[in-house]
C-alpha cells in the first residue's frame, strides 16, 4: 500500500521562480490538505479538499494556490517563490471519521 | 471558528512515569474527532489516539489514553509508563463533520504542540 506520495522530497528554490508540489493517494479518500510547517512549529493549514472539484483555504493560503480535478491527486502551486515559504509541507489524506495519513513530507529551501 | 490549544510548549517526564499532554478545542459543530500525533525528530507523522465528540467512553490504545472532557472541551493525552522513544513532539488536532452546518466543514487543524522529554 503506497498510502499518501509526496514528491519531491527535497527541492531549492530561487526567489521568484515557481513550482509544484505533487501529491497523490490511493486509499480513495475525500478529504486532502496541506500543511507547512516551520522549524519548531505546529502544522499550519494552507488549503483543504473535502472531494474532487472542491477546495478552501486554510489559515496560511497567501502565495500558493491548488487544484482537486480527481480524487487521488491534490498538487500545491506556487508562484513567485519567496524566502517566507522555506518550510516543511504535509500533504495528508483521511475518509470519513478516519486518522489522517501523512506524507514524508517535502523540504523546500526558497534562496 | 475553529480552534486547538496547545499551552504547554515543552514538556519533562522521568522514565516509567506517566504524564498528561493538554489540548483544549473551541467548534459550534456537535460531530467532531479529535486526534493526537507524535512527531520524532525524523519529521514523520505518527497516529497514536482518535476520540469522537459523540463516544461514550475515553479511548485508549496501549499507554495512551485519551481524557476527553466534553463540557470544558478538553482532549488530554495521558502516556503512562513513558519510554525514552516518547521523546518527540506531540499535536492535538480536531476536525469537524460539517453536521452543525459551520464553515469548517472537513478542515483538520492542529495545535501548536508540545515537546515532551523523557529523561532516563
Known amino acids: 500500500n503506497a498510502g499518501v506520495t509526496q514528491t519531491p522530497k527535497f527541492r531549492i528554490l530561487k526567489i521568484g521562480q515557481s513550482m509544484t508540489l505533487q501529491c497523490t493517494q490511493d486509499m480513495n479518500h475525500n478529504y486532502m490538505y496541506w500543511y507547512r510547517q516551520d522549524p519548531g512549529m505546529g502544522l499550519k493549514l494552507i488549503y483543504y479538499s473535502v472531494g474532487a472539484g472542491i477546495t478552501d483555504k486554510g489559515e496560511v493560503p497567501n502565495g500558493y494556490n491548488v487544484s482537486r480535478s480527481t480524487t487521488e491527486d491534490f498538487p500545491l502551486r506556487l508562484e513567485l517563490a519567496a524566502p517566507s515559504q522555506t518550510s516543511v509541507y504535509f500533504c495528508?489524506?483521511?475518509?470519513?471519521?478516519?486518522?489522517?495519513?501523512f506524507g514524508q513530507g517535502t523540504r523546500l529551501t526558497v534562496v | 471558528a475553529q480552534k486547538i490549544t496547545q499551552t504547554q510548549p515543552g514538556m519533562f517526564v522521568q522514565e516509567k512515569e506517566a504524564v498528561t499532554l493538554d489540548c483544549t478545542y473551541d467548534t459550534s459543530d456537535p460531530s467532531y474527532g479529535l486526534f493526537w500525533y507524535k512527531q520524532p525528530s525524523s519529521g514523520e507523522m505518527i497516529f497514536l489516539i482518535y476520540?469522537?465528540?459523540?463516544?461514550?467512553q475515553n479511548a485508549t490504545e496501549g499507554r495512551y489514553s485519551l481524557n476527553f472532557q466534553k463540557a470544558r472541551k478538553s482532549a488530554n493525552l495521558v502516556i503512562s509508563a513513558s519510554q525514552l522513544g516518547d521523546s518527540a513532539m506531540y499535536f492535538c488536532a480536531m476536525r469537524e463533520y460539517g453536521t452543525g452546518g459551520g464553515t469548517s466543514y472537513g478542515k483538520l487543524t492542529f495545535g501548536q504542540g508540545t515537546i515532551l522529554t523523557v529523561h532516563p
Open positions: 495528508a489524506s483521511t475518509g470519513r471519521g478516519a486518522e489522517a495519513f
Open positions: 476520540q469522537g465528540s459523540y463516544d461514550q
